[in-house]
Protein backbone atom coordinates (compact mmCIF):
# COMPACT_ATOMS: atom_id res chain seq x y z
CA UNK A 1 0.00 0.00 0.00
CA UNK A 2 1.36 3.67 -1.02
CA UNK A 3 0.03 6.93 -0.56
CA UNK A 4 0.69 10.13 -2.48
CA UNK A 5 -0.14 13.46 -1.36
CA UNK A 6 0.46 16.57 -2.79
CA UNK A 7 -0.73 20.17 -2.52
CA UNK A 8 1.33 21.89 0.25
CA UNK A 9 2.76 25.01 -0.05
CA UNK A 10 3.50 28.67 1.23
CA UNK A 11 0.27 30.70 1.36
CA UNK A 12 -0.23 33.66 3.44
CA UNK A 13 -2.56 34.04 6.47
CA UNK A 14 -6.53 33.77 5.31
CA UNK A 15 -5.60 32.02 1.67
CA UNK A 16 -6.67 28.46 0.62
CA UNK A 17 -5.19 25.64 0.01
CA UNK A 18 -6.06 21.67 -1.33
CA UNK A 19 -3.96 18.79 -0.35
CA UNK A 20 -4.82 15.79 -2.14
CA UNK A 21 -3.81 11.78 -1.46
CA UNK A 22 -3.97 8.77 -4.13
CA UNK A 23 -3.71 5.42 -2.58
CA UNK A 24 -2.43 2.35 -4.39
CA UNK A 25 -1.35 -0.94 -4.11
CA UNK A 26 -4.63 -1.94 -1.43
CA UNK A 27 -8.25 -2.69 -1.21
CA UNK A 28 -9.58 0.71 -0.45
CA UNK A 29 -12.77 -0.32 0.10
CA UNK A 30 -12.12 -1.60 3.03
CA UNK A 31 -10.32 1.97 4.54
CA UNK A 32 -11.02 4.90 6.33
CA UNK A 33 -8.83 7.70 5.27
CA UNK A 34 -7.41 10.74 7.30
CA UNK A 35 -4.71 13.56 7.25
CA UNK A 36 -2.44 14.33 10.29
CA UNK A 37 -0.37 17.10 10.85
CA UNK A 38 2.96 17.64 12.80
CA UNK A 39 4.67 20.96 13.75
CA UNK A 40 8.21 21.34 14.82
CA UNK A 41 9.16 20.34 18.24
CA UNK A 42 5.46 18.95 18.55
CA UNK A 43 3.88 15.81 17.99
CA UNK A 44 1.67 14.66 15.67
CA UNK A 45 -2.04 15.11 15.62
CA UNK A 46 -5.33 14.67 14.15
CA UNK A 47 -6.49 17.08 11.19
CA UNK A 48 -9.57 15.30 9.41
CA UNK A 49 -11.43 11.94 8.53
CA UNK A 50 -13.37 10.30 6.23
CA UNK A 51 -14.85 7.53 6.31
CA UNK A 52 -15.03 4.41 3.72
CA UNK A 53 -18.28 5.43 1.88
CA UNK A 54 -17.40 8.37 1.77
CA UNK A 55 -20.21 10.45 3.84
CA UNK A 56 -19.01 10.33 7.31
CA UNK A 57 -16.49 12.69 8.24
CA UNK A 58 -14.65 14.16 11.53
CA UNK A 59 -12.29 17.06 12.23
CA UNK A 60 -10.27 18.64 15.11
CA UNK A 61 -11.86 21.46 16.68
CA UNK A 62 -9.18 23.61 15.42
CA UNK A 63 -10.07 23.02 12.20
CA UNK A 64 -13.62 22.47 12.54
CA UNK A 65 -15.66 25.00 10.01
CA UNK A 66 -12.55 26.08 7.95
CA UNK A 67 -11.21 22.27 6.73
CA UNK A 68 -13.53 20.02 4.74
CA UNK A 69 -12.52 16.50 3.66
CA UNK A 70 -14.07 14.26 0.95
CA UNK A 71 -13.47 11.11 -0.95
CA UNK A 72 -13.90 9.17 -4.16
CA UNK A 73 -12.63 5.63 -3.80
CA UNK A 74 -9.23 5.59 -3.42
CA UNK A 75 -8.38 9.40 -3.35
CA UNK A 76 -9.45 12.01 -0.54
CA UNK A 77 -8.99 15.84 -1.10
CA UNK A 78 -8.68 18.05 2.22
CA UNK A 79 -9.73 21.68 1.55
CA UNK A 80 -8.08 24.03 3.48
CA UNK A 81 -9.76 27.85 3.99
CA UNK A 82 -8.82 30.67 5.90
CA UNK A 83 -5.30 29.25 6.78
CA UNK A 84 -3.54 30.25 10.09
CA UNK A 85 0.07 30.60 10.67
CA UNK A 86 -0.47 28.13 13.84
CA UNK A 87 -1.39 25.46 10.62
CA UNK A 88 1.54 25.52 9.81
CA UNK A 89 3.06 22.18 9.73
CA UNK A 90 4.32 18.77 7.47
CA UNK A 91 0.90 17.07 6.80
CA UNK A 92 0.44 13.14 6.44
CA UNK A 93 -2.15 11.27 4.32
CA UNK A 94 -2.97 8.09 5.83
CA UNK A 95 -5.46 4.93 5.91
CA UNK A 96 -7.35 2.72 8.60
CA UNK A 97 -8.02 -0.75 7.89
CA UNK A 98 -12.40 -0.77 8.92
CA UNK A 99 -14.91 -3.03 8.11
CA UNK A 100 -17.61 -0.39 9.26
CA UNK A 101 -18.26 1.97 6.04
CA UNK A 102 -19.37 4.70 8.65
CA UNK A 103 -16.25 4.78 11.00
CA UNK A 104 -13.96 7.56 11.28
CA UNK A 105 -10.93 7.54 13.17
CA UNK A 106 -8.68 9.96 15.28
CA UNK A 107 -6.17 7.90 16.53
CA UNK A 108 -2.94 7.66 15.15
CA UNK A 109 -3.00 4.52 16.42
CA UNK A 110 -6.17 3.39 13.94
CA UNK A 111 -3.93 3.96 10.92
CA UNK A 112 -1.31 1.30 9.30
CA UNK A 113 -0.32 3.41 6.15
CA UNK A 114 1.29 6.89 6.02
CA UNK A 115 2.05 9.01 2.84
CA UNK A 116 5.66 10.62 2.99
CA UNK A 117 4.47 14.01 4.30
CA UNK A 118 3.86 17.42 2.30
CA UNK A 119 4.37 20.67 3.86
CA UNK A 120 2.18 23.62 4.46
CA UNK A 121 3.96 26.94 5.43
CA UNK A 122 1.22 30.00 6.63
CA UNK A 123 2.96 33.20 7.02
CA UNK A 124 1.49 36.20 9.13
Known amino acids: VQLQASGGGLVQAGDSLRLSCTAS????????MGWFRQAPGKEREFVAT??????NTGYADSVKGRFTISRYIAQNTLYMNNLKPEDTAVYYC????????????????????WGQGTLVTVSS
Open 94 to 113: AVAPTMSYSGTFSSVRDYDY
Open 50 to 55: VSQSGR
Open 25 to 32: GGTFNRYA
